[in-house]
Structure formats: structure tokens, C-alpha cells
């Protein structure tokens, strides 16, 4: 077991530096970004005009003038920050901080002017005071470029968290006590008239995105249960900021237990809806599965009780393929729901990680991503240890 | 074991499939220096290298680059004045905004590229273009496009057009209906719907030329500018690293002359006249069909009254004015949330919205125009508190360049003289001109603790304000300037270096003011922090100290904004005694929280231009709330290349 571990950590490390470098790469590779942006507002001349100096002073805060390669050291170990110990490399030239122009002017007289090489290089002296993370590796994820300007991304991402876990948290914990015995129930009684329905409800939950669920759910339970004058649930966000009158409930003191209870009622039933459908699906058949082996014939033939049969021998073989399903429940705790928590305005880490994409925030973006790919590696090896408790017949070599 | 070779297995395949999509990166990135390679082959001469030094000029006589060649369709004036005939605009306006009526909707109809009611809009002289296909089959006969359904030339030749344009809903909608429009003429129009990133990438699309007929939009302002749209020396080319907006390709003498004229001098009546003569040469040329003005629709609670929504000004300029019938809070959302509060590092719309409830501004800038609001009035020429003199300036002084940059006057240098020219600068004495403003501040404006407005205030927002280290996204403003001379607490003169002609000069030269006195948490006065330590400062960029109607009191970072009345406000405290900003991503979930009453105001930054904006007129129609439309500034126009590559 321990040589086990020991080899998948070892694995879990070259995946996790594999997945960082094609991650942070392609982040980086993706069109667009804070110079497109900063042209995109230069439409008139005149006081706010852009001049190069500018553009290089943006390029410096984003550290676009450094090249990919050192920059991606820069944010995995916060090297390098300046020349080698005793000075050596000073000069070497690790980014370019304005790119040289070169006219060309051809032999009948037709001239344009092309990029090419670097008018004024950035080198490992000039990275000496710029501001630089200790690097993820040892826990520091930098500084939001963006959205807390030169503050932590840690900061950021502590104030979202506890949103995402409570909702997350709440909706899986229900979606599992749900799922599951629905799923066997569907089984046990196929092709009932519950089997029928619930199968129904499952492709409905399973087909249609989650957006339209969050769409459907506000029009139906806030705005037209508003409008006929009936109980209506507050249609987004974690916390209400000022006190409203619900008919028949009364005043909801803003920030109170109820008002948060409220808000919290439809974003996490969507969530648990969603899970529900594909879920006791999945239980289903894996329990249909396990309830035609021989072996549940030999305990019923026994005389064991259905109940016993059921929970006992049928329920926890059918389990194993549903545990592997759980692997990605330590990622989607952290990072929530994008699109459910955008609908609801959920200020959680889905929201955030939208947020942050669409404003070019790379470090929070990059800190999300990598954490997501630390513990879906998690996620997965736990899942392989369940098994052994599931099922005592694997074993882990 | 077993789990390691599927997992090898797994990275294998996921290399093998990243591989390629980076290798093609890799080809697509060294495409250019290919075809450059083969150009010079072709030439069998390598071209000389020189390093770039100073703008290249380009002139009619260095023929054979792209984009110099007249387009064979739409060089014809008459094919170009035949597609205006043969818009149907009104129509165009109604496949996008249905919901608006006959009037509404005929009230964001363009004829020229400033909007009806700009004080500049020409109202005479200008040819309209109303729509009349039977004169535009006509121009199109006379040019020589006959046949149907497609037109076709003498040669054979179809008279078919690209038409390129981003994927945005919006503008597929009304392409559509444009495309009809254009068959139904007989003019055959490929569309291509490009991603906002290429069409509007710094090396791709628009600023490459890169296409026949080009919808975009621009966005309108007090000051109408325009020099790099309009001007002969702005039209992108290879030659000159593609600078300029000028994406027609449209040289017109006398409108070149009249646009550099207008925005080169400060004489509002004077600029009038010369952008007159702009728009009608530039709807006589038809190289640029205005379309109409987008919507802007702004929502209110029918509890506020004197909401005031306007294109050119933000709708909290006027936040000290508002009532509310009933309860003291407010709550406003927006989508997307302000990074910092300091205006100097951030010029999102949405931080401009919130800024405005925590400072007194200089000018207002509603209806295309100023109004003087902190200012104890507008600092013109006409007034006497600004001066445009003509100076003499040697070789060695600092002054302003045609390029819009503070250099030393020598040999080489292109400048502006007082008479309007532009020359290159030879030796000797020339005369230019220089600009001098004394803004003066109404008293009695305060901090919120009370402390008054003074000069050591002003001259931090000057010094803070035009250090480098500060964060700043342009310093041009400051580098126009020669000196500030504070003379007292609420008055300043600002010299300009000469050949300075800022155009708004009048709405306040200054540079806003910051409170010298506060003490920060550490124990620092703010004056003495250093430029660079202020973007991470709490008390300058999370709750900075007001001078306006309302007091920052609290921030929750992706959540909401906490703003209460200014007791220390120098019109005294304000009506409604709470404003809270609420950040909400999703539009659908704001026009919900509006509808159900979470929200109390959406502003047209919310809102933005989808379905959102009909269910809000049609909850505004049944009295649930109040909706206003106004015509933005934003107009969408369909550009003419004049020129093929």
C-alpha cells in the first residue's frame, strides 16, 4: 500500500506539472487580452491617447514583456527574479519590453514596415524589484492582476469559498440521499408506474441545461409567483441587502437566517434536480445489474429477507461503479457551478472563475485551475482507496 | 501496474492531441515572415533594412502596395450612393428593436456621422439618402450593372460584395434584412460573420483593411474629433505599420482639410462650420452609410423621481437631485463590478457610475455638450478665463508635435502653426499656438470630515495624477502640460506647452483633486505616499474619502456597494439617504431582481441592448416600472473600402 502511494503521488506530481504548463500555455495563447482591450478604447485621439510608453507599462503590470517559458517558471517557483547569485546573467535577455520595427524598403521603390526582433529586451537585471510571487509550488498563488489589483489571489478566492462549499456541499450531500434510493427503488420495481415516471423526470433533468432549470425556476417561483401576489422566493444572490415583505410570511429581515434560508432554496434545489436525474439513473442500472446475478438468487433462494437482500448483498456491489461517479465531487465542492451560480447570482467560485476570465484576471484564473486539477487527482486516488472499502476483494499493489 | 500503463496510455493521447493543435499555432504564427520571404525572392533583391526612426509618409507615387489599387465595384460613386438608395433603414431599425414604435425607432436613424441632436450636426448641405430602390437600379444602370437577379458588367463580372461583420446576434439581424435589401437591387452580398476578436484584433480585420463593405460601430462623443477617421493621412497601409482609422481609404481635399481644421482650433463656431463641410462631403462621397443609433434603455423604480438617463452623461451625475416617493434606500445593479474606485486606473463605465456619488465633478457632459457643475463656470476663451496666444518658439523648446507628443523643437519635428499649418520644422522662429486655462472652483465644496476643498489638494491630484509610477493608462494629458500655477483654494492656471489645442479644454483643466489631509490607517498622511503605493492603498482605491452626495461605507467584494448620505455635502444632505450597488452577472437575473423589486434601477450598462431591454419597455408600457429609451451614442455604419489589395 504504501509503494502504492508513494508511485501515485509521484504520477499525481508529473500530471498535475503536464496539465499546468498546457493550462497556463493556452491561457496565454487565447486571442485577445489587456493590450486588444486597451486598443479597443483608443478610438478617439486626442487626451486619452495611448502612446507605446503606455502600452509597455501594461504590458510590465501584466508581465506580457517576459517571455512564456520564464514567465511560467516565475509563477510555478518565482524564478527567476533577477540575476544569478553573483551577478551572472545580468544581461541575459528573458523577455522584450518593446518589439522592434524594421523597415523594408524594396528595389521598386515599395516600403512597409513589419515587427521583428526586440528594440528594448527585458533581462534577468531588469526583473531585479519587480514583484513576483514565491510560486505556487510553495503555496503563494500571487497577485490578482485584475480584480484586487496587486492584492492576493488568495483573498479573493477565501471570500467566495464558503458560498460554493455551503451550496455545493448541500446539494450533494441531498443529491446522494436522494439519488440513491430512488435509484433503487426504480430497480427493485422496474418498470412500475414509479420506475415510469421518475425515468421520465431523469431524461428531463438530464437533457435541458441548467441555465434554462434556473431561467424556469425564477419566472415560475419569484417573478410571476410575485406578480399573482403569492409566496415568492427572492430570485438570486447569497444575501439580501435590504428587507422585503413576502404575502403570508411577512417581513424578511435582510441578512437574517430566513432571508439567507430563502435565497438559498432555489439555486441549490436546481443543483440537487440535476444531480437527482443523472444520478438514480446510474443507480439504477448498476443495481439492475447486480440484481440478476446468481448470487442475489442464492440469498433469495436461501430465504433471506428482500431487505436484507436489497441493502445487504444487491446495494453495496451496485455501488462500486456510483463511487468512481464521486471522484469529481472534491472539484465541483471547490468550484462550484459556473453556470448555476451565474444564473442565481451565487457569489461563489464559478461565478468568479467566469468573472476573472472575462476581465483577464490569468492569476486568479490559473490559481483556480490548478487547484481544480490538484484535487480532482485527489478526487481520483480516493475514489481507487474506496474501492478497497467498497469492494474487499480489490486490492491495491 | 495495470493502472500506470493506462495512464501513460491516457498522457500519450492527450499529447498526441495537443501536439498538433500547437504545431499549427507555430505554422499559423510564422505565416507572414513566409510570404515576406517570397516577395523579396520574387524581386531577387534583398530590400534595404533600416530601423524605424519617423512615420513614413505615404504618397500617391509609391504605387504597387496593398490597399492602393481602386476597388473595381465601389470606387464608382454611383454603385456606392446606389447601396444608400437601396437601404431601407427604418426597416433595418425595426428587425432589431420591434418593440419600439414608428417614431422611436425613426428617431435613431443617421444621416451623417454625428447624431441628430450633436452641436455639430450639419443640418443643411448634407445629401440624404432616404430610401428610393428605383433611383438606386437607376445609378447602378448608369454605372454600367445590368441583368437580373444579379447585376452584371459589360465583362461578365457580378456585382457581388463582401460583407464582413462581427457574429453578434444584433448585427446578424439586421445584415440580413440588409442583404434582402441589397437583392431586391440586385447586388449580390457574401457575409462573413468573424469573431469580434479578428474583426477588431490589432492585426486582423478592420485594421488590416481587410474587407469590401465593413459594419461596425462607433461611439459618439461631445467632442466630435474625428481626424483619425476622416483625414487623408490616416488611411492604414502596409507603409505605415497600418496607423489610422481612415478604413475607407477615403481622401476627399477639402474634408481632409475641413476635419484637421475643426480639431484645430477653439472656436466653437468656427469648428461648426468646418465640420459641416465634413459631413457634406462625406455624404456627397457616400463612403460610409450611417445606419442608425443603438438603443439604450434604462429602468427605474416608480418609487424615483428625477431619474435623468442620457447618452453622453452617466445617470447618477445627477444623484444629489434624487427623490424617492417612498422608503430611504435605493438599490442599483450592475453587472459587472468596479475594480478599484480610482478613477485614475480604471475607465470602465461601471466604476464611472459609482465614482459619480462620491465626487464633485468639474463639467456635466449631458446632451453632447458641458455643463458646468464644480467649475463656477465654464472656463472659455469667450468668458476670459482662457487664453490662446501666439508665441514664438526657437529650436530646443518643449512643444506639442502633430503626433500628439512633448518634444524639443528641432529640425525634422512636424508641428502645427498659429495659422493652422503643418510643417516641418526647418530653424528659426515660428509662431504657435499656446493655451492657457484658469479653472475656478465654486466654494465651499468639503471632504466628508468636514474639511474643506483646498489648494494642497489640488496640487496632489496634479502631482499623484501625472507620475508614471501611479498606474495610470495615459499620461498624454499630463505631458501637455507646460506648468500649473495654484494660486488659491479654489482657483488654478494651467499653461499648455504650444501647439496644445485640446478641444474641451473648458471643461475643467485640472486634474480633480485628492485629500492631502487625510491620515491613513498606518499612520502616513496621504500626501506623503509615493505615486507607485497608491493602486494598492485601501483608502484611495477601496473607500476613498468623498467629496460628494453620498460616503462610501462599505464594500463586499463580488456582492454589493453600501453608500449613505454625505452629511458634509456642500448642497447639503441629499434626499434619498442610502444607495446600495448590487453586482448582478446575469442580465435575466437583474430584469428578474428589478421585477420582483430586489433592484430599484438598471442603467443601460446592464441592460445592454437583448431581450432584457423588451421585457423591461413592456413592464415599463404596463406601469410596473418606469422605462426610458434613448438613442445611443453608439451608431452602426457600414464602411466602403475604396480600395482592393
Avoid at chain 2, 421 to 441: F, H, N, P
Avoid at chain 2, 551 to 578: C, D
Wanted: negative net charge.
Amino acid at each position: 500500500m504504501a509503494g502504492y502511494l508513494a508511485r501515485r503521488f509521484l504520477q499525481m506530481l508529473l500530471v498535475a506539472l503536464v496539465a499546468a504548463i498546457c493550462s497556463y500555455g493556452m491561457l496565454y495563447l487565447v486571442p485577445g487580452g489587456p493590450i486588444d482591450q486597451l486598443l479597443a478604447e483608443q478610438q478617439n485621439t486626442g487626451q486619452n491617447r495611448i502612446t507605446e510608453d503606455d502600452i509597455r507599462r501594461v504590458r510590465e503590470r501584466f508581465e506580457l514583456d517576459i517571455y512564456l517559458p520564464f514567465r511560467f517558471t516565475r509563477w510555478l517557483i518565482g524564478w527567476p527574479a533577477g540575476p544569478l547569485p553573483g551577478g551572472i546573467g545580468a544581461d541575459w535577455q528573458v523577455g522584450c519590453s518593446i518589439p522592434g520595427q524594421v523597415r523594408l524598403r524594396y528595389p521598386d521603390g515599395r516600403v512597409e514596415v513589419v515587427e521583428e526582433g526586440c528594440e528594448v529586451p527585458v533581462t534577468l537585471a531588469d526583473l531585479e524589484g519587480r514583484k513576483v510571487s514565491r510560486g505556487i509550488v510553495f503555496g503563494d498563488f500571487g497577485m490578482s492582476q485584475v480584480m484586487l489589483r496587486g492584492r492576493p489571489v488568495t483573498d479573493l478566492i477565501m471570500t467566495r469559498l464558503p458560498y460554493t462549499l455551503y451550496l455545493m456541499g448541500a446539494s450533494i450531500l441531498l443529491s446522494i440521499l436522494i439519488a440513491i434510493p430512488i435509484g433503487v427503488y426504480s430497480a427493485v420495481r422496474q418498470y412500475s408506474r414509479f420506475d415510469y415516471v421518475m425515468t421520465t423526470v431523469a431524461f428531463i433533468g438530464a437533457s435541458l441545461p441548467s441555465f434554462v432549470f434556473g431561467i424556469f425556476a425564477i419566472l415560475l417561483f419569484s417573478v410571476l409567483a410575485k406578480n399573482a401576489g403569492l409566496p415568492y422566493l427572492p430570485p438570486g444572490d447569497a444575501v439580501g441587502v435590504r428587507d422585503y415583505t413576502i404575502p403570508w410570511i411577512g417581513t424578511v429581515q435582510a441578512g437574517s437566517f430566513l432571508d439567507r434560508f430563502l435565497r438559498f432554496l432555489m439555486p441549490c434545489g436546481v443543483l440537487t434536480f440535476i444531480n437527482i436525474a443523472g444520478w438514480s439513473r446510474f443507480v439504477r442500472g448498476s443495481m439492475l445489474e447486480v440484481l440478476s446475478l446468481d448470487y442475489v438468487r442464492t440469498a433469495r433462494a436461501k430465504g433471506v429477507a428482500e431487505r436484507v437482500v436489497i441493502l445487504k448483498h444487491a446495494l453495496r456491489n451496485s455501488l462500486i461503479p456510483f463511487v468512481t461517479l464521486l471522484a469529481g465531487i472534491l472539484v465541483s465542492l471547490f468550484s462550484g457551478a459556473l453556470i448555476t451560480e451565474t444564473v442565481f447570482n451565487w457569489p461563489g467560485i464559478g461565478r468568479l472563475f467566469i468573472d476573472a476570465l472575462s476581465r483577464n484576471d490569468y492569476n486568479v484564473v490559473m490559481a483556480l485551475l490548478i487547484i481544480n486539477i490538484v484535487l480532482l487527482l485527489i478526487g481520483i486516488l480516493i475514489v481507487d482507496i474506496l474501492y478497497t472499502v467498497v469492494d474487499p476483494r480489490i486490492r491495491l499493489t | 501496474m495495470v493502472s500506470f500503463t493506462k495512464r501513460a496510455v491516457a498522457i500519450v493521447m492527450v499529447m498526441a492531441m495537443i501536439i498538433p493543435v500547437l504545431a499549427a499555432c507555430g505554422g499559423g504564427a510564422a505565416q507572414p515572415q513566409v510570404i515576406r520571404e517570397t516577395v523579396v525572392v520574387v524581386q531577387t533583391a534583398e530590400p534595404v533594412r533600416e530601423t524605424v526612426v519617423e512615420t513614413v509618409v505615404v504618397t500617391e507615387a509609391v504605387a504597387p502596395e496593398p490597399y492602393t489599387t481602386p476597388h473595381p465595384i465601389l470606387s464608382d460613386i454611383r454603385v456606392r450612393r446606389a447601396i444608400a438608395y437601396c437601404t431601407n433603414r427604418p426597416e433595418l431599425i425595426a428587425s432589431v428593436y420591434p418593440y419600439l414604435t414608428p417614431e422611436q425607432q425613426q428617431e435613431l436613424l443617421m444621416d451623417t456621422f454625428l447624431p441628430k441632436a450633436h452641436w455639430a450636426a450639419a443640418k443643411e448641405n448634407i445629401t440624404v439618402y432616404p430610401f428610393d430602390p428605383e433611383k438606386g437600379k437607376q445609378l447602378l444602370e448608369e454605372a454600367g450593372w445590368t441583368g437580373e437577379p444579379i447585376r452584371s458588367n459589360a465583362n461578365g463580372e457580378p456585382l457581388s460584395l463582401r460583407f464582413t461583420t462581427t457574429n453578434a446576434q444584433f448585427r446578424q439581424t439586421w445584415s440580413a434584412v440588409f442583404i434582402r435589401q441589397m437583392q431586391a437591387c440586385g447586388i449580390q452580398i457574401i457575409p462573413t460573420y468573424a469573431p469580434a476578436s479578428w474583426w477588431f484584433g490589432s492585426s486582423t480585420g478592420l485594421r488590416r483593411r481587410d474587407f469590401e463593405l465593413g459594419a461596425f460601430a462607433w461611439v459618439g462623443q461631445a467632442d466630435p474629433g474625428g481626424q483619425t477617421l476622416y483625414a487623408c493621412n490616416q488611411i492604414p497601409l502596409p507603409s505605415n505599420n497600418w496607423e489610422g482609422q481612415n478604413y475607407m481609404g477615403w481622401c476627399n481635399e477639402r474634408a481632409s482639410r475641413a476635419i484637421i481644421a475643426a480639431n484645430n482650433t477653439l472656436d466653437r463656431a468656427e469648428r461648426i462650420r468646418q465640420y459641416a463641410i465634413v459631413q457634406e462631403e462625406f455624404t456627397k462621397d457616400m463612403v460610409s452609410l450611417p445606419l442608425f443609433n443603438r438603443l439604450e434603455a434604462y429602468a427605474a423604480t416608480n418609487r424615483l423621481k428625477n431619474f435623468k438617463p442620457n447618452p453622453t452623461e452617466y445617470y447618477t451625475a445627477n444623484a444629489d437631485e434624487w427623490e424617492l416617493t417612498e422608503g430611504d434606500t435605493l438599490v442599483l445593479g450592475f453587472t459587472q463590478e468596479p475594480q478599484t474606485m480610482w478613477s485614475l486606473i480604471e475607465s470602465a463605465a461601471v466604476q464611472r457610475v459609482a465614482s459619480q456619488l462620491l465626487g464633485v465633478p468639474a463639467t456635466t457632459s449631458y446632451d453632447y455638450d458641458y455643463q458646468p457643475v464644480g467649475l463656477d463656470g465654464l472656463s472659455t476663451i469667450e468668458s476670459g478665463r482662457a487664453t490662446n496666444v501666439d508665441v514664438e518658439v526657437k529650436e530646443g523648446d518643449i512643444v506639442w508635435n502633430t503626433d500628439g507628443e512633448a518634444v524639443p523643437l528641432a529640425p525634422g519635428v512636424e508641428i502645427t502653426t498659429a495659422d493652422g499649418e503643418t510643417i516641418t520644422y526647418q530653424g528659426g522662429t515660428v509662431k504657435m499656438k499656446q493655451l492657457t486655462v484658469t479653472d475656478k472652483w465654486i466654494s465651499g465644496i468639503k471632504w466628508e470630515d468636514g474639511e474643506p476643498l483646498k489648494k494642497a489638494d489640488f496640487e496632489l491630484a496634479y502631482k499623484i495624477n501625472c507620475d508614471p509610477d501611479s498606474g495610470a493608462t495615459s499620461l498624454t494629458y499630463c505631458n501637455s502640460i507646460k506648468s500649473i500655477d495654484f494660486k488659491s483654494d479654489t482657483e488654478y492656471t494651467v499653461t499648455f506647452h504650444p501647439g496644445v489645442q485640446w478641444p474641451t479644454y473648458f471643461a475643467g483643466a485640472g486634474l480633480g483633486a485628492y485629500p492631502s489631509h487625510q491620515v491613513l490607517s498606518d499612520g502616513r498622511k496621504l500626501a506623503d505616499v509615493p505615486a507607485a503605493e497608491w493602486q494598492t492603498l485601501p483608502e484611495i482605491i477601496e473607500r476613498p474619502l468623498s467629496n460628494g452626495p453620498y460616503i462610501l461605507k462599505e464594500w463586499v467584494k463580488g456582492q454589493s456597494m453600501t453608500f449613505e448620505a454625505n452629511p458634509n455635502y456642500y448642497k447639503g444632505e441629499v434626499k434619498v439617504k442610502k444607495v446600495i450597488i448590487k453586482f448582478i452577472a446575469d442580465t435575466n437575473q437583474a430584469v428578474a431582481q428589478l421585477l420582483t423589486g430586489e433592484v430599484d434601477v438598471l442603467g443601460s450598462e446592464t441592460l445592454g441592448a437583448g431581450a432584457e431591454v423588451q421585457t423591461v419597455i413592456e413592464a415599463g408600457k404596463e406601469g410596473k416600472i418606469q422605462a426610458f429609451v434613448v438613442a445611443s451614442p453608439t451608431w452602426e455604419h457600414i464602411d466602403m473600402n475604396l480600395f482592393t489589395k
